[in-house]
């Protein structure tokens, strides 16, 4: 199962796991802060729901559009480092094919 992680901007580490099937899952983890605590549900159900072939900046915006539509405010990491970590979890995966 591909993995990226990240000491992001501020110094807090992000994880990112995507396990590929038939339908996708992504777990996040880290030592961020989110509110609300469920906001992570919803970030992850967001990437799930990506095909992953989608450019990064349409990725970046439906991240956005969750973020905002939740109102989930993050802490020690932000929207586009998330994609990145997405993005590069799927390298690696597509490097193991």
């Known amino acids: 199962m591909p993995v ?3 000491k992001v901007n501020g110094g807090k580490f992000v994880r990112l796991e ?3 099937g038939p339908v996708n899952k992504v777990l996040i983890t880290g030592d961020f802060f ?10 992850e159900e967001t990437l799930s729901a990506l095909k992953g072939d989608e450019k990064r900046s ?6 956005s ?5 939740n109102c989930i405010q993050l ?3 932000d929207g586009p480092s998330i994609i990145g970590l ?6 690696v995966e597509n490097n193991k094919s």
């Open 65 to 69: 559009e969750a973020l905002e539509v």
């Open 75 to 77: 802490l020690g990491v």
């Open 86 to 91: 997405y993005i590069g979890a799927l390298l």
């Open 34 to 43: 989110i509110y609300p605590e469920e906001g992570i549900s919803i970030i």
């Open 18 to 20: 995507v396990t590929k």
């Open 58 to 63: 349409d990725m970046e915006k439906i991240l």
């Open 4 to 6: 990226a992680e990240k």
